[in-house]
């Protein structure tokens, strides 16, 4: 699960389509990302220290107030499952003794690390200086770390956050996390930085996270537009970029998202639909909400399927694994640990599944979707177990149809694209087809 | 008059169903899908037009009066010629095709002496093929490649004895011509076959002049009514590869589902085991879709699952069936990985099960799996509509029948026996709504 | 009572997916509530302490057949949770007031949620234990955790937990506890005469019946089991791992030991032994469970490891300790915790030269040949080797 986004084209990559956008924002997200991995190849130089973590329950602010660069090993399958790397990354892992059953984002970064650990950039990725486990909302990140830590023999802190089991962050969690922070990780990440924690610092990056956080809000609401200027999860998950990485806290990202706030805003004056890689859609057939992660080993090809039958997604929970912003949190420099806690309790994937079918019937309802499609990733089940009765709870209490199909994250020999096609050709022909019998039900 | 086609594109099969405007269907086809699909459909629909002509002629010789054979008799006569008939030119198509290939086909034998031997074995073939057409023959598939095939690894064997060559040449220019042959559009226009056909049976002697005078007649008739094609629909697996524009292509789920609506008007679910998947689907009063579930990325406990356990056993399809009717013992097999299934059943066996009672319990198994598809889909509701390949199997039948009844109740379970035709049919009302609606 | 008499009775609760014993016991006093739980451990000593029966939930066996509960996975997920959602849908839990799903896997910790949605009415807690084994930070939050699922069962069964009652079930579980580490090592010293069938039956035993009846069950079955004389065979000592959640069906158990080999030690229901040491009867129950469990507990895949020297040597003791002469990773298909940690303690394995092998299993595996092959063929080499 987890994860994060990138531009997915870039000069090393292969350029197959054109590129889906290209806006000003679409640049300064590329260059952003670009900017990192060229900061992370550069410690030589740089002498900067790297700190590793996961998107889900990043503490971006911290690490960056004591000036660590943050490298994410999930960006990194997906960089590599985009140019067509990770199959054979996740052969050679499994070749070293790694079950063909488990997450195929730890075989692509275990993969990586034995074929030299080549960063999307062509240039060697330094050996962190520290791994971070923010164990938020997914057990496999837990034996992750462990097996990175074999590896690279390096300082591990565990961020330990407790799963949401009755629905809501209790005290006690709450109390947990923050000691954790105070006893383990800023001591850890003093020890590694030399520098002395400086809680300014914090509260300054978190001030410019909220604002950030705002403008992406107004982004993703902007999708109950009919029609919608964006799609919300092929799309979207360009916009997430920033924000699921190293520059939550930063400058960069507060402009980054005032400046695609913009942009669309200019699209919903125009009435315009949302920009994809076969150009503008200009009729909006079918308004899908979207539950899962995508595939990334065949992102435009599945993207293709749905933008060539005038489907668009106008909300979708995978945009909520850094972070579920849209339901009110926003990060608060005023009471800078327990926000961060806070933070990290309320990923997606740490929430309940009553809580999960609860968001997503308030997307289908409140985005006027025509459905709800999962796509169940093999590789995840913090996503995927009890994805069928999501499916069915949404059905019982919206009356909008479910359909499913099933891929994985960055695993290649698991994506047939004959298999999904035919399933989503079906989905929306049902869609249609309901839709007319409606119209003849209440023309009757 | 109007016709509206539809044309199913499966796996294994192609099948077309030709419907009148009134909703009526006159007639369907079927062949063996291969590896070009354009004649695969074309073929299919072909044969369907050719079954609407017999409803059309049976039609007209029920109002005709005074002939001494019964309409049933003229059309089962007719039927086996006009067959024939095809058969012959197919026949011919093939022996040019070998011929060719022996010749150009590098082989170490001397081409004369492969000429020799096809001559021989096609006509061996063309007296073999024409009894499997005679009246009370029976024929076991009725596909040429199937019997065409039979006949020649026969023929050919005994030949390439008696000539000291390898059979396995011949063998091997009947593989290649024998799909060039399939993919040989079929003629569309049948009018000529069907009147030769007629003479041919008069030839034999199995119909006296009065009454071939009388059915010549209708039969010129019929033959007269030109069968416009009005709207072609086109579904099935294959269906992104029929050469039609997209507005004439609908999914499988929703052929299916307005297909068992249209045969069994109170469906209200429908269980589909097909050879790669296997599909639950739920429609409303009027055949519309409301859900569908297909099994997931693994394509454990479909119809192809009976097959590998078949050739696992050497054992027929379709003696499957039965044999798993004679099992006295419940035995439980949990696997229903096609791959590990072998595993299981030589385990079973040699732990000294009987065959009949692990076929059995395979049989359970499958069904155990559709129960979870459906329960997926939204469970099982009166009435249920089982279709596909495996709506055949007795054993499978009698098995969904008890799980049903004990997970929902007692409900009425439709089977047809031509519920292949199940998509193709709702693909030609599809068509016709297309124009009609 | 034979030893075969009181397996007799295991194999019968073993096969019961009714659970007739738990039914029973919960009909004799309309105040008795049940609550079942999952792997790999919880405090059972809570229930008990309010009168409650704690039942283990080890999905459904080889014997189940699953309609519902398939519905609801996928089929790259592994069996335990659809059995179980069988025996929910089935009314085969109806009985049950209350479940406890451990921190174990996130296809366990999302059946909590399902099992909220599934059955309302039902007493549902994800119990959620520390990964820091510090006493300040994880040890305030699992004492923390504990008082909340000792308000949370005082709630449902009404009546009063007391410190007192608590302390009085450690007790009664110290000993249970003390006898399962009594069988084992008995079955150690005397494999002959103490089959893992029947080690395997005795412990799911514990899982369905009240621990009193548990505690004299094991002290008669070793009484008489001592006095066997059974031939010893010439296998090798085996141990195994990765099965401590989803169980592997009877006869797996059984070919591995006809295929030449004694399991020494095994991970199956580490419940019954989570708890290594005597848990202290005096002074605050829940800090002793704490310190217990921070201090003092097995492993499994599904702990975290904080320190990389600390990998796998839970299990490199256990070799030695049991005299072992190889281990048989035996995980269920689609296992998280059990598969991603495997490669490491493989790796652990081959720095001390221990003999291993892996294989993978459903908890209705139905072939047992190539499991009795690669365990012969195991137990083989390891002879030819020693």
């Known amino acids: ?444 | 008059m109007k016709c509206f086609i539809g044309i199913d594109l499966g796996s294994t099969t192609t099948k077309s169903v030709v419907m009148d405007d009134t909703g009526t269907p006159l007639g369907h086809g079927i062949t063996n899908s291969r590896s070009n699909y354009d004649t695969a459909a074309l073929v299919a629909k072909t044969e369907a037009l050719i079954s609407a002509r017999l409803v059309l002629l049976r039609q007209s010789l029920d109002k005709a009066p005074g002939l001494t054979l019964s309409t049933d008799d003229v059309l089962y006569m007719l039927e086996r010629h006009f067959r024939l008939a095809q058969f012959l030119v197919q026949l011919d198509n093939l022996k040019r095709l070998c011929g060719e290939k022996a010749v150009q086909g590098n082989y170490k034998e001397d081409p004369a002496t492969l000429t020799t031997a096809l001559e021989r074995t096609f006509s061996a073939l063309k007296i073999e093929l024409s009894k499997l057409f005679e009246p009370g023959a029976e024929r076991k598939s009725d596909f040429f490649r199937d019997l065409a095939g039979t006949v020649y690894m026969e023929v050919a064997e005994s030949q390439a004895a008696e000539l000291k060559i390898s059979s396995d040449t011949l063998i091997n220019i009947y593989d290649k011509s024998i799909i060039e042959v399939e993919n040989i559009p079929p003629q569309v226009d049948m009018s000529e076959t069907f009147l030769v056909a007629l003479d041919s049976a008069l030839n034999a002697g199995e119909i006296q002049t009065e009454d071939f005078g009388k059915v010549q007649a209708a039969l010129k008739e019929v033959l007269a009514v030109e069968l416009e094609e009005t709207y072609v629909v086109g579904t099935g697996y294959g269906r992104a590869r029929l050469p039609f524009p997209k507005e004439h292509i609908r999914s499988e789920i929703l052929c299916h589902g307005l297909g068992a609506h249209l045969m069994y008007p109170k469906t209200r679910t429908v269980l589909d085991i097909g050879g790669q998947d296997t599909k639950g689907i739920q429609v409303d009063e009027s055949g519309i879709v409301v859900n569908f579930q297909m099994n997931d990325r693994c394509a454990a406990g479909c119809g192809r699952y009976l097959g590998y356990i078949a050739d696992e056993m050497q054992l027929g399809l379709h003696e499957l069936g039965p044999l798993a009717m004679k099992s006295t013992k419940k035995v439980s097999i949990n696997s229903t990985c096609t791959v590990f299934a072998g595993a299981e059943l030589r385990d079973r066996l040699s732990l000294g099960e009987k065959r009949e009672d692990i076929i059995a319990g395979l049989h359970r198994a499958i069904i155990l799996r559709s129960m979870s598809i459906l329960s997926r889909s939204g469970g099982v509701e009166d009435e249920l509509t089982f279709t596909g390949g495996v709506a055949k199997n007795e054993a499978a039948v009698k098995e969904l029948r008890i799980l049903v009844q004990e997970n929902y109740g007692d409900l009425k379970i439709n089977i047809d026996p031509d519920s292949i035709y199940t998509g193709a049919l709702g693909a030609a009302e599809f068509a016709r709504r297309a124009v009609e609606a | 009572m034979s030893t075969v008499e009181i397996i007799k009775r295991c194999e019968e609760l073993y096969e019961d997916t009714y659970f007739t014993a738990a039914r029973e016991w919960k009909a004799a006093d309309p105040s008795r509530r049940v609550i079942g739980y999952m792997p790999v451990y919880v405090p059972r000593e809570i229930m008990h302490a309010g009168g409650m029966m704690s039942l283990g939930i080890l999905g459904g066996g080889d014997k189940l057949e699953v309609i519902h509960g398939d519905a609801y996975y996928q089929s790259y997920i592994c069996r335990i949770p659809r059995s179980t959602i069988e025996l929910g849908k089935t009314g085969r839990l109806d009985f049950v007031d209350g479940m406890l799903f451990p921190s174990i896997c996130d296809v366990i910790r999302n059946l909590s949620g399902m099992w909220k949605l599934m059955f309302p009415d039902n007493y549902v807690r994800y119990f959620d234990v520390p990964q820091n084994y510090k006493d300040d930070i994880g040890g305030n939050y699992y004492i923390a955790e504990l008082q909340e699922l000792r308000e949370g069962l005082e709630k449902l069964s009404g009546n009063k937990i007391t410190d007192e009652a608590i302390r009085n079930s450690i007790k009664v579980y110290n000993l249970n506890r003390k006898l399962i580490r009594e069988l084992y090592d008995l079955r150690a010293e005397m494999p002959q005469n103490v089959p893992s069938n029947d080690v395997y039956l005795l412990n799911r035993a514990g899982m369905v019946i009240p621990v009193e009846d548990h505690n004299s069950m094991l002290r008669k079955y070793m009484d008489a089991a001592k006095a066997l004389d059974n031939p010893i065979r010439d296998n090798c000592r085996i141990i195994i791992n990765g099965s401590f959640c989803e169980q592997p069906p009877l006869n797996l158990i059984r070919s591995i030991e006809l295929a030449g080999c004694y399991i020494v030690d095994d991970d199956y229901m580490l419940v019954n032994r989570w708890l290594l040491g005597e848990v202290p009867t005096s002074g605050d129950p829940l800090v002793n469970l704490a310190n217990a469990f921070l201090h003092e507990s097995a492993d499994s895949a599904a702990k975290y490891c904080d320190h990389h020297e600390d990998v796998g040597m839970y299990l490199l003791s256990t070799v030695k300790e049991r005299q072992a002469e190889g281990v048989i990773f035996a995980a269920p298909s689609f296992c998280d915790p059990a598969l991603l940690e495997r490669p490491m303690l493989t790796d652990r394995m081959r720095e001390h030269d221990i003999p291993h092998i892996s294989f993978k299993y459903a908890e209705n595996s139905g072939q047992m040949q190539p499991i009795r092959e690669q365990a012969g063929t195991f137990a083989d080499s390891i002879k030819l080797w020693s």
Not at chain 1, 73 to 88: D, F, K, L, V, W
Request: some cysteine; proline content about 5%.
């Open chain 1, 1 to 444: 699960m987890s994860t994060k986004i990138e531009t997915p084209t870039d000069s090393h990559g292969s350029s197959e389509i054109q590129e889906p956008q290209k806006d000003s924002s679409m640049l300064m997200q590329k260059e952003m990302i670009n900017s990192n991995y060229d900061a992370l190849t550069n410690t030589a130089n740089n002498g900067k220290k790297v700190c590793s973590t996961f998107v889900p329950g990043n503490l971006n602010e911290l690490i960056q107030s004591f000036g660590l660069l943050n490298n994410l090993p999930e960006t990194n399958a997906i960089q590599n499952a985009m140019r067509q790397q990770s199959g054979g990354m996740i052969q050679t892992a499994e070749r070293q003794g790694h079950s063909e059953d488990v997450c195929t984002y730890v075989k692509a970064d275990i993969g990586m690390m034995s074929k030299g650990n080549i960063a999307p950039n062509g240039k060697p990725m330094p050996n962190p200086d520290l791994l971070l486990l923010s164990y938020t909302g997914c057990f496999t990140f837990m034996k992750w770390f462990e097996l990175l830590r074999q590896e690279y023999k390096c300082e591990t802190v565990m961020l330990q956050v407790p799963y949401q089991g009755d629905g809501e962050i209790t005290q006690n969690m709450r109390d947990f996390v923050v000691k954790q922070l105070k006893e383990e990780v800023i001591p850890a990440l003093e020890r590694v930085s030399g520098n002395a924690f400086d809680i300014d610092k914090l509260r300054e990056n978190m001030r410019r996270s909220a604002q950030a956080e705002d403008d992406l809000v107004w982004v993703l609401e902007s999708a109950k537009n009919k029609p919608t200027p964006i799609d919300a999860y092929f799309g979207a998950i360009y916009y997430l970029g920033p924000i699921f990485t190293a520059f939550r806290g930063t400058q960069q990202a507060v402009d980054y998202y005032r400046v695609l706030r913009q942009e669309i805003e200019q699209r919903v004056k125009n009435g315009q639909g949302p920009i994809t890689p076969g150009g503008e859609m200009t009729k909006e057939r079918y308004r899908l909400v979207m539950e899962g992660p995508p595939n990334w080993t065949n992102f435009r090809e599945f993207w293709k399927m749905f933008y060539e039958e005038g489907a668009v997604v106008v909300a979708s929970t995978y945009t909520k694994v850094g972070g579920v912003y849209d339901q009110g949190f926003r990060h608060d420099a005023d009471n800078p640990l327990e926000s961060l806690a806070d933070y990290c309790l309320g990923c997606y994937t740490n929430r309940n599944l009553p809580k999960r079918v609860d968001m997503l019937e308030k997307y289908v309802k409140d985005y006027e979707a025509d459905g709800l499609l999962i796509n169940s990733i093999k590789s995840c089940n913090s996503f995927s177990a009890g994805q069928l009765m999501m499916m069915q709870e949404i059905e019982k209490r919206t009356g909008a149809p479910g359909a499913f199909v099933e891929t994985d994250l960055v695993d290649p020999r698991y994506f047939s694209a004959a298999n999904v096609k035919n399933r989503l050709e079906s989905y929306f022909q049902m869609i249609e087809q309901r839709r007319q019998g409606n119209m003849i039900a209440s023309a009757r």
